[in-house]
């Protein structure tokens, strides 16, 4: 444990790795297609060989063996969220970020603690269950303790029907004793970027700021999960540099954190750049990623990683989150605004971290994913009863906690539908919430029948 802070990207090794796994026969592919199938991940040099795939029949075969462990392992839920912007205020200089320090084309602000209430109430209203906190990498007079209090503040709001049961965080990089302080917060997970883990790229990209410590952002995970925070999400902005590049530095990232905390992380989130106000490299990517390579990322982590939750924002469009529903993405943010006060009236386009691909409301988002089999799941127990890091592992990957997560997702879709939902997703959500059932083995059904009818009983935040 006393060396995790002397990690770091072996550079070489992922280009040697990825020219040697450049050519691959048909034959070698398909054994690693298959080997993905015990649901175990699969090795570096096999996620590198799947990187190289271009033939539309291996592809199809590639993508095919994601949806088998997708659908094997999470089934069809998919966990919604709302990000919630509390300031941009910002002391770094990225290149493709909005919030950007030098970035005079957007208007500053940082919520107060009676507005950060107002946005969780709206947030509430539309049916959340749970939030992303986000901030800019700098803070109002009271620093940290900003973001503390805005934690305390989302918690403490309960309004008609509902509350936020979870905060998650995306805020910037903490030492020890303050990642101790977001623990004691309860938060759920916290989620950090490298945005790109190519060192000189990192270096071009973010030219001043705290941000622009390589190395003070990538060990930042260790010092959380050292802290006590053992649900920690990363990801990576793709479109910075190579994607091949990135997925094996992941990787790296990824067995580092599971040989030094037993436990890799929980969640890992697949932005693509989009345009950003005042951002030139946003507007003309450097390393553009496809959408067909889009669609190998997901599918490649998904077999890679296939017990880590994968999550899609609205940055991408509605066309293209929902082919990845199926390829691997287990999380997505919905009916979301990127700027701080944005759910609220007479709010200026000006102040967003980055434009949307997706601008429906969650109503809207919540019809068309059950109508395409999924159940929509605002479940928040597994971080309120413990299983978290290891312990939820531990019941992932011998499959038992579907006979937890399956029937709260059937139990907090239904709350959604109660009290939140339109004359349109009631319809189609309550015929798939009995198919989503139908299909559950006899003690997760049994579970879910019993829970869905306290739901509909006038019973809330039911959980198992």
């Known amino acids: 444990m006393s060396t995790h802070n002397t990690f770091n990207i072996d550079e070489p090794s992922i280009w040697e790795t990825l020219k040697a796994k450049s050519d691959q026969d048909a034959g070698h592919i398909r054994a690693i297609l298959a080997n993905a199938r015990e649901l175990k991940g699969i090795d570096v040099d096999e996620i590198a060989a799947l ?6 029949e291996l592809l199809s075969e590639l993508f095919e063996t994601a949806r088998y462990v997708k659908d094997t392992i999470y089934g069809k839920r998919l966990v919604i969220f709302a ?7 910002c002391a770094n200089e990225c290149t493709y970020c909005a919030f950007r320090a030098r970035n005079k084309e957007v208007q500053r602000r940082a919520l107060s603690q009676e507005e950060i209430a107002q946005e969780t109430r709206i947030i509430i209203d539309q049916g959340h269950k749970r939030v992303l906190l986000v901030a800019g990498e700098s803070y109002p007079k009271r620093g940290f303790e900003y973001v503390l209090d805005a934690i305390d503040t989302v918690y403490s709001v309960k309004h008609d029907h509902g509350e936020i049961r979870r ?19 309860k938060i759920g997970t916290y989620q950090l970027f490298q945005e790109t883990y190519h060192r000189e790229t990192y270096g071009q990209v973010h030219l001043s700021g705290k941000k622009a410590d390589y190395d003070w952002r990538l060990h930042a995970i260790d010092r959380a999960m050292a802290a006590g925070i053992d649900d920690c999400g990363v990801g990576i902005l793709f479109g910075l540099f190579d994607w091949r590049f990135e997925m094996l530095a992941l990787m790296q990232h990824i067995r580092h954190l599971e040989s030094a905390f037993g436990v890799g ?45 994968i999550i899609m924002s609205t940055r991408e469009t509605p066309n293209l989150r929902r082919e990845t529903f199926a390829l691997g993405v287990s999380q997505i943010s919905a009916g979301s605004r990127t700027n701080p006060g944005g759910y609220g ?57 579907k006979h937890h997560c399956d029937p ?18 009631r319809a189609i959500g309550e015929k798939t919430i009995q198919e989503f059932i139908v299909n559950m083995d006899e003690l997760a059904g049994k579970r879910s029948r019993v829970m869905v009818d306290k739901v509909k009983k006038g019973k809330r935040d039911v959980y198992c």
Do not use: W
């Open 51 to 56: 990187t190289h795939v271009s033939d539309p």
């Open 408 to 425: 709260n997702a059937a139990s907090t879709f239904q709350e959604y539908l109660e009290d939140y939902g339109t004359e349109a997703s």
């Open 167 to 185: 905060v998650n965080v995306n805020i910037a990089p903490l030492k020890v004793e303050e990642f101790k302080l977001l623990h004691e917060a």
């Open 265 to 309: 992380p929980h969640t890992i989130s697949v932005p693509r750049l989009e345009p950003a106000t005042g951002s030139k490299i946003a507007e003309q990517p450097p390393h553009a990623v496809s959408d067909i390579d889009f669609r190998k990322i997901v599918a490649i982590l998904r077999i890679a990683v296939p017990y880590t939750g």
């Open 83 to 89: 990000p919630l912007y509390i300031s941009n205020l």
């Open 345 to 401: 009236d007479n709010i200026k386009e000006d102040m967003s971290q980055f434009s949307l691909g997706d601008h429906r409301s969650l109503d809207e988002v919540i019809c068309d994913v059950a109508s395409l089999g999924y159940v929509p799941s605002f479940c928040t127990g597994c971080y309120r009863l413990g299983r978290t890091g290891g312990d939820f592992m531990d019941l992932a990957k011998p499959g038992e906690i």
